[in-house]
């Protein structure tokens, strides 16, 4: 069983930064891809970023140069670093895990979720 618990969240104001955290726990296999996805009211979830074990990332064109993906080197906690924050982005932030070697920006591919963080930016 795969445990993410994800902090981090806050109200910001537009061009502002926000360091999200998601730290997992329990029986972790490798290989395995994490991601962070978001959703905001009235809309479908969307991928946001991705990484694998290998470090490989991937990001919707949305967030391109603003957000960063990362892992701390236990591989154990994962991070969305994003800045220039933009209005669009607000929406609830969730962290998610899959035991494959495959990342992809489909939430329908990972298998464990965290329970969200909120991400609210003011224009």
């Known amino acids: 069983q795969v445990q993410l618990v994800e902090s981090g969240g806050g109200s910001v104001q537009a061009g502002g930064s926000l360091r999200l955290s998601c730290a997992a726990s329990?029986?972790?296999?490798?290989?395995?891809?994490m991601g962070w996805f978001r959703q905001a009211p009235g809309k479908e979830r969307e991928g946001v970023a991705v990484i694998n074990s290998g470090g490989v990332t991937q990001y919707a064109d949305s967030v391109k140069g603003r957000f960063t993906i990362s892992q701390d080197n236990a591989k154990t906690t994962h991070f969305l670093e994003m800045n220039s924050l933009k209005a669009e982005d607000t929406g609830m932030y969730y962290c998610a895990r899959d035991r494959s070697y495959a990342c992809y920006l489909a939430s329908s591919l990972f298998g464990y979720w965290g329970q969200g963080t909120q991400v609210t930016v003011s224009s």
């Open positions: 329990g029986v972790l296999y490798s290989p395995y891809c």
